[in-house]
């Protein structure tokens, strides 16, 4: 911790990761003083900017050569994304992805993960040093702008600290600290319950709620960190941080937190974009402005227009017989866990599952989210056949070949060519949609007083944009299951999955499962034969996991004051 809060207090003002907005600034970030920053209100905005950004700690992170942008709050799209640390995916080219799925992290690796300690505490200090120079009598600016910015600046600092909650539970909280090289660094070896850290984060979202306007560009709004509130309180309510206690009023507070942002009139489910609920469902994510359904987004611009893209996706996750790289790869397990048209699971007897035809009649959803063989991706089909499948082993560039038998479709522009290097990267990352707060408040509302209506008028509202059939008759624990996987395949890809399974504590089931791929084989008459395989050996995950470790070295700079969490210890 000591090396590292080193780092922040010589790094504290990089004014060079200024989110999706253009550089304003046509000076070298070393060249400026804290003085020159704070007294020039178009500095001081710029850095405040830059705070819904972070900078690039390890390999394989953006904001590196190629023209990326750095990475926002969580993944995004950025290579492996957290659907390949999870039960949604396999990551073509590894990038520390297998350690995890197989049940490897250790306080010293465990992936890009590894840097979320760093790099939230590193932003945390940011912001605690704007708010001691804007929150002043002697600040640049209006009262109105301060305002903003301070609601922009504790909304920051929750979404950073409810990063570290959701990954490591327990952690140290700075308070309006400015930590340097003099300080007594004693209080950021004490880690707070989840509980206090959960009450501290509810708290700066209140702030921010009452500061900030319902629009905002960009940046964030009274709604964005309303959003974030019934994320933040969805988990807390959530088994692995009630300790297994099922806690009512955390369920009812965070069945309220949903409802006030669904009662703001605001959003509305998008299903004007097409005819088709499965075109409509895949014409969201590639739309590249706000509609009615996005609640806080980060946008990116093409290569070709002044460089703000995000890592290349359609190249990422290509496939490999057009020269793409594979990328985030469905497993069976996700595919399997879309039901049939009619809402019947596939494994039920009288659903009309044919395992050798069987991508018909599935979830229009299923169609926008997966790229399967015999599907088509821009001008032709996708072919993961063997023999001779182009898009197989046995096609070009074959280490690139999807190790499940699919490819990601979600988010992919498919009107761009795999050479198009300067117009790849372009969609937009949804933080906070409106499916995800009615899928919210259905759970929540679900646990804390059963299956009532308002649980059936916000799933079923999912559902029938989807084009799926609505849900009815249900017990609580039916509900449960139908709202969990409900959510699967809603989100899949939008990195819930991954923190979902552990905060329902059913991680040592579904993550040791086998990581499923399919294999297809084509016989001389053009026959298809369909089998599972193994897309990852090894898979695995212990009670540990259900946490990430602090870092080593973190451990190690505290003089070991800092607590590592259960499981591993002697560095584990």
């Excluded at 070393?30 to 972070?54: H, I, K, M």
């Excluded at 140290?172 to 009450?199: C, H, I, Q, W």
């Excluded at 084989?521 to 898979?539: Q, V, W």
Aim: hydrophobic share 35%; net charge negative.
């Amino acid at each position: 911790m000591k090396k590292l809060i080193m780092m922040l207090a010589l790094g504290s003002l990089s004014l060079v990761h200024l989110s999706c907005d253009e550089d304003l600034l046509d000076v070298e970030s070393t060249s400026l003083t804290d003085q020159a920053v704070w007294a020039d209100p178009v500095l001081a905005e710029a850095f405040v900017r830059g705070l819904y950004t972070g900078v690039r700690l390890a390999d394989k992170e953006p904001g590196h050569n190629g023209g990326d942008t750095p990475a926002g709050f969580g993944r995004g799209f950025h290579w492996a994304m957290w659907a390949s640390v999870s039960d949604e995916a396999i990551y073509s080219n590894d990038d520390a992805t297998y350690l995890v799925q197989r049940g490897q992290m250790s306080p010293s690796n465990y992936g890009f993960m590894s840097t979320t300690w760093g790099r939230s505490f590193r932003n945390i200090r940011e912001v605690n040093l704007a708010l001691s120079n804007i929150d002043t009598d002697s600040s640049p600016f209006d009262q109105e702008t301060k305002d903003l910015l301070i609601g922009e600046l504790h909304f920051i600092r929750a979404f950073r600290y409810f990063e570290l909650l959701r990954g490591f539970g327990e952690v140290p909280l700075m308070g309006d600290e400015v930590y340097d090289l003099t300080s007594n660094f004693d209080a950021l070896y004490d880690r707070k319950s989840k509980d206090e850290v959960v009450a501290y984060i509810e708290s700066e979202l209140e702030l921010a709620i009452d500061l900030l306007p319902a629009s905002n560009g960009a940046r964030a709004t009274d709604a964005a960190a309303m959003a974030l509130k019934s994320r933040l309180l969805l988990y807390a309510a959530s088994p692995l941080f009630t300790d297994g206690v099922d806690d009512t009023a955390k369920w009812a507070k965070a069945a309220q937190a949903a409802k006030d942002v669904m009662d703001l009139n605001r959003f509305s489910l998008v299903t004007n974009l097409d005819s088709d609920p499965s075109e409509n469902f895949r014409k969201l994510f590639v739309t590249q402005s706000m509609t009615s359904e996005d609640i806080f987004m980060r946008f990116y611009m093409p290569a070709s227009n002044s460089g703000g893209r995000a890592i290349p996706i359609e190249r990422m996750n290509g496939p490999n017989g057009s020269g793409g790289w594979g990328g985030n790869c469905p497993m069976q397990n996700l595919v399997d866990d879309f039901e049939m048209i009619d809402g019947s699971d596939i494994e039920d007897a009288n659903s009309g599952y044919d395992p050798q035809n069987p991508y018909v009649n599935r979830d229009p959803r299923f169609y926008a989210t997966i790229v399967y063989n015999g599907s088509t991706l821009r001008d032709r089909a996708y072919e993961s056949f063997v023999p001779n499948g182009k898009d197989s082993p046995d096609g070009n560039e074959p280490w690139n070949t999807s190790p499940t038998g699919y490819l990601m479709r979600k988010f992919i522009q498919e009107d761009i060519t795999l050479n198009d290097w300067n117009n790849m990267g372009a969609s937009p990352w949804r933080y906070f949609r409106y499916a995800e707060i009615l899928l919210n408040y259905a759970e929540a509302q679900n646990e804390a007083a059963g299956p009532d209506l308002s649980v059936y008028n916000a799933v079923n509202a999912v559902r029938q944009r989807a084009g799926m059939p609505v849900l009815s008759g249900l017990t609580k624990a039916q509900m449960r299951e139908a709202l969990r996987n409900e959510r699967r395949v809603e989100l899949a890809y939008e990195e819930h999955r991954y923190f979902d399974v552990r905060r329902w504590m059913i991680a040592m089931d579904v993550e040791n499962e086998p990581a499923k791929s399919i294999e297809i084989t084509r016989a001389s008459n053009g026959n298809l034969t369909y089998e599972e395989g193994i897309a990852l050996e090894g898979k695995k995950f212990e009670e540990k996991h259900y946490w990430f470790p602090i870092p080593l070295s973190d451990i190690t700079a505290s003089g070991g004051k800092l607590q590592q969490n259960p499981g591993y210890q002697q560095g584990n």
